[in-house]
């Protein structure tokens, strides 16, 4: 009875969410590459103790925990083969950056610079990689632009932050993710007020994407990790999906816009930047709230690998003596009602990944 009961709930939930989201999307499928890709439930969490020192990241030790969490993902003998499990000369290779945090809590140029090599020796060349974030003013402050080799291109469809986001310059009019929730000043009978239009650089730009988010708090979704470094991070529209305390629809808005097929597809791998993060506060960096977990990790599985990272906040903040995430309540740092952290089971039961910790596999793995 529980069971049937069960079955009925999650079919009814998701018929719910077919009603009130819908796509325009259309994307080759059927592909082994892609979301949530040939490892399923595999995570691997390479530490390393000597990956920052003083606040900065060091090169070399970064290197390995790159080359030892390919090897470890792909089961490949060396790091080329690795990188061609996933990566194949003629690839054209956009990786999506996070610098949300600002230069404190930013993805690195040495993480950069090992991805930049791995891609290297699967046969793609610089003028093949295209580095991107959704706001070019954001990425510039953090000196993104800076740390690429000559013939690779930064881009990003919008210049700055605004509050309207409804600008379609820069996003594709073909491939969007409509939901019934818009903010506040805008049109509900204007489609663009009720759609999240993924960027070119996405659609038509490159053909295999590397995600690169940092592990962070966020107020609204709970957690900012693989999913929602996509979610917000593709598409226009978004903060009508937290514009207020109250109402934010995180929980629903993450897993839809990554189950667009044209975004499952080219998404294959992710790599989550763990050697500095935050527990509270975020997505912005807060410093009594950074902490040094000195960890990689690497996988193809979105929701695997946001459910480890949500584990991992939630064991530090009750180090701290803080509730976890999901029990959290508004504080002078954290706003919303109700951290949504459900955006990583809804994304498991729409097939994104693996959310069953029986299904979950941590791999990990001390270098120093």
């Known amino acids: 009875m529980l069971t049937d009961r069960r079955r009925f709930l999650e079919s009814a939930f998701l018929g719910a969410a077919a009603a009130v989201t819908q796509s325009s999307s259309r994307a080759a499928t ?19 103790a000597g990956c920052i020192a ?20 792909t089961g490949a003998p060396t790091g080329q083969d690795a990188w061609r499990a996933l990566f194949t ?3 054209v290779v956009g990786i999506k950056v996070s610098p949300v945090g600002g230069p404190t809590l930013c993805s690195d140029a040495s993480v950069l610079h090992a991805i930049f090599d791995g891609l290297n020796q699967a046969g793609v060349p610089d003028d093949k990689i295209v580095v991107f974030n959704r706001y070019r003013e954001e990425a510039l402050e953090c000196g993104i632009d800076k740390w690429l080799r000559p013939g690779m291109r930064f881009t990003a469809p919008s210049p ?9 310059e820069g996003y594709d009019p073909n491939h969007f993710m409509e939901m019934a929730v818009v903010k506040e000043g805008d ?19 490159v053909n295999k ?31 009508r999906s937290h514009s207020t305390p109250t109402l934010n629809a995180c929980g629903m808005f993450i897993p839809s816009v990554v189950s667009l097929p044209i975004i499952r597809q080219k998404v294959v791998l992710h790599i989550v930047d763990a ?24 996988g193809t599985d979105p929701v695997a690998l946001d459910k480890t990272g949500l584990k991992v906040i939630d064991a530090k903040r009750q180090a701290v003596g803080m509730a976890t995430v999901a029990l959290s309540k508004p504080d002078s740092a954290s706003h919303f009602l109700n951290c949504q952290v459900e955006h990583i089971e809804i994304a498991g039961a729409l097939g ?9 596999h941590v791999n990990q793995i001390r270098l120093a």
Request: hydrophobic letters at 30%.
């Open 160 to 168: 700055r932050y605004d509050e309207s986001q409804l600008a379609i």
């Open 275 to 298: 050697v500095r993060a935050s527990y509270h506060g975020g997505p912005g960096a807060k410093p009594q709230f950074i902490w040094e977990p000195k960890t990689m990790y690497f």
């Open 89 to 91: 000369k003629g690839d």
């Open 352 to 360: 994104l990944g693996e959310f069953s910790d029986s299904k979950i």
């Open 187 to 205: 049109d509900p009978n204007n489609p663009r007020s009720r759609r999240s239009y993924v960027s070119r650089v996405v659609t038509t730009e």
């Open 30 to 48: 059927g592909r082994a590459l892609g979301i949530p890709g040939p490892y399923p439930g595999r995570v691997v969490a390479i530490e390393h």
């Open 54 to 73: 003083s606040g900065v990241y060091q090169p070399e030790p970064v290197r390995n925990m790159v080359d030892r969490g390919m090897k470890e993902l």
């Open 209 to 239: 994407i590397i995600n690169v988010p940092v592990l962070k708090h966020h107020q609204s979704a709970g957690v900012t990790v693989t999913l929602k470094n996509m979610s917000h991070g593709f598409v226009n529209n978004v903060n």
